[in-house]
């Protein structure tokens, strides 16, 4: 069992920056690939990022590649999402969510644990 908490959302202006942190408590969090997905009002959850249990290999969805930068710090069991050059297309409720495995994963079936997600507002 695996307990995620995010934090770190916020309203902030289209170019800016935001870290958001997902801290986990449970059971071998480093045997853990973890991801994070994002769901606009209105739309399905969508895929953002993964990184692998060790974090030397990570995947990005198209729209945030060269922006977003996913990374773990397995020391302190949490999971980081670096977000540049926002835009209020970005505009959504942010999970992270922990998989069984050592690889990435970009499928939500993929995925067992889940945060309570956390809010970022992009303004134009």
């Known amino acids: 069992q695996v307990q995620l908490v995010e934090s770190g959302g916020a309203v902030v202006q289209a170019g800016d920056s935001l870290t958001l942190s997902c801290a986990a408590s449970?059971?071998?969090?480093?045997?853990?690939?973890m991801g994070w997905f994002r769901q606009a009002p209105g739309k399905e959850r969508d895929f953002v990022a993964a990184?692998?249990?060790?974090?030397?290999?990570?995947y990005y969805v198209d729209s945030v590649k060269g922006r977003f930068t996913i990374s773990r710090d397995n020391a302190k069991n949490t999971v980081y999402l670096r977000m540049n050059s926002l835009t209020p297309e970005d505009t959504a409720v942010y999970y992270c969510?922990?998989?069984?495995?050592?690889?990435?994963?970009?499928?939500?079936?993929?995925?067992?644990?889940w945060g309570q997600g956390t809010q970022v507002t992009v303004s134009s």
């Open positions: 969510a922990a998989a069984s495995g050592p690889h990435y994963y970009a499928r939500l079936v993929n995925y067992d644990y």
């Open positions: 449970g059971r071998a969090f480093s045997s853990y690939a």
């Open positions: 990184i692998n249990w060790r974090g030397d290999s990570t």
